[in-house]
């Protein structure tokens, strides 16, 4: 059962270090997806809540009311939505919170980049459609259900969040389809470039073995298949098999997008180094 908080904040413009707008817009604290992988874990004021991530959200009920004001202040061209957060989660859609932030930028001319995963987002199109969404970043994946039970749990199935992005295109909408995390050896990317053929790039990004909660993952890829499992354990302390593992994924899909003449991106974190996030 997910604990629903209504809160009230006192600033809904941050300044956001990712290069996609000069501030950034969450809706909610906290996300119902409860993705293993998801960085925000790790965030200094998640890690204080007494409930895991993705038993709770908090419903930041005048988002709308402290926007209309911090526009008039901040005057920003680009904002981003959802950096810590899906804005499009089921919450959503009692609270209409989401909705009501891209009425208002829409109604100030003031652009925004969306970062989702959930194709509960097609819903709004009119309002997509208005001239002022810049670029929709869509997380994809594809992976056998015994790893999404247990990486993605509550997430969208993979099939509906392909079909948005395809409904997405269809309307115009400029969409990313952004297939992270890749996961070597477990992950099904091998017929993508056909599913999302009018799709103008793909990006990829490989799973960041500098997570914090890293050990956790692997301990969870372990239980499910051990044999990939140790390979992933050997990744993680051994950088030349890191390297070798991430270079033959980086090869097959390079093969693939040449025989599907189709352009793509594909992001490798370094060996070691922090979380470093990249958009083209």
């Known amino acids: 059962m997910i604990e629903v908080n209504e809160v009230k904040i006192q600033r809904i413009l941050n300044p956001t270090a990712i290069d996609l707008g000069e501030f950034v817009i969450n809706p ?22 007494n409930k895991p991530w993705g038993e709770y959200v908090d419903v930041r009920i005048n988002a709308p009311e402290l926007l209309e004001k911090e526009l008039l ?31 208002i930028l829409n109604s100030h001319g003031v652009y925004y980049v969306i970062l989702t995963r959930s194709p509960y987002i097609v819903n709004y199109i009119s309002l997509l459609n208005k ?15 015994v790893f999404k039970q247990k990486l993605e749990p509550k997430t969208p199935g993979f099939d509906s969040r392909i079909e948005a992005v395809k409904m997405l295109i269809d309307e115009k909408i400029p969409v990313t389809p952004y297939f992270s995390p890749l996961l070597p050896l477990i992950s099904d990317y091998h017929e993508i470039f056909q599913k999302l053929e009018k799709a103008q790039i793909i990006e990829f ?22 044999i990939i499992g140790e390979k992933y354990k050997k990744m993680f302390n051994d950088k030349d098999f890191y390297s070798y593992i991430m270079d033959e994924a980086k090869k097959d899909i390079t093969k693939k997008a040449i025989s599907a003449k189709k352009n793509f991106n594909i992001h490798i974190h370094s060996f070691g180094n922090f979380f470093e996030n990249r958009y083209s």
């Open 73 to 103: 202040i901040k005057k920003p061209k680009v904002v981003l939505l959802g950096s810590t957060t899906e804005c499009f989660q089921p919450t959503e859609q009692k609270y209409q919170i989401t909705k009501k932030v891209l009425e």
């Open 205 to 226: 990004e490989c799973l960041n073995f500098n997570l914090k909660n890293i050990l956790i993952i692997i301990d969870t890829i372990y239980e499910i298949d051990p």
């Open 131 to 145: 001239g002022f969404c810049r670029k929709i970043y869509f997380t994809i994946n594809n992976m056998p259900s």
């Open 28 to 49: 909610f604290m906290g996300c119902e997806f409860a993705c293993l992988y998801c960085y925000v874990r790790s965030n200094r004021v998640i890690s204080k809540r």
